[in-house]
């Protein structure tokens, strides 16, 4: 078992989210994520198109300050989830799977640390 300094919530969100504030001006705070998830998951019938397209243009926004950095290990992996997760946008965005009612997968084969989706 780990030392519970090291294993809790906060800490795993922080490092979980830490490689996506980079273009991002402030970073999101835990004690907003479950408020966040909850706007997400009550959001009106219509809304969650707005939702999918926020996601992409932030995905891209990533994206674009990924590209620019000179290649290392850990930026082509970010990197690879990023574009991964662009496309999953992308699909979601122009009605991909639009009916269906399973929730995305959460996939770390890319990264260990971050996931990309699969859309079901």
């Known amino acids: 078992y780990l030392d519970k300094k ?4 906060e800490l795993r969100f922080r490092q979980r989210f ?10 999101l705070e835990i004690s907003k994520y479950p408020s966040l998830s909850y706007i997400i998951a009550n ?6 198109q707005e939702l999918f397209q926020e996601s992409l243009d932030n995905f891209t926004s ?5 590209d620019r950095i ?12 990023v574009k991964m997760n662009c496309v999953q946008m ?18 770390f084969s890319i990264c260990q640390n971050v996931p990309f989706m699969k859309v079901v």
């Open 6 to 9: 090291f294993d809790n919530e």
């Open 18 to 27: 830490l490689p996506f504030n980079i273009s991002m001006p402030i970073p």
């Open 43 to 48: 959001a009106p019938p219509g809304q969650e």
């Open 62 to 66: 990533v994206k674009q300050v990924l």
């Open 70 to 81: 000179p290649p290392q290990h850990s930026v082509d992996c970010l990197s690879k989830v």
């Open 90 to 107: 992308g699909l979601v965005v122009n009605g991909h799977c639009k009916d269906s009612k399973k929730a995305p997968i959460l996939d």
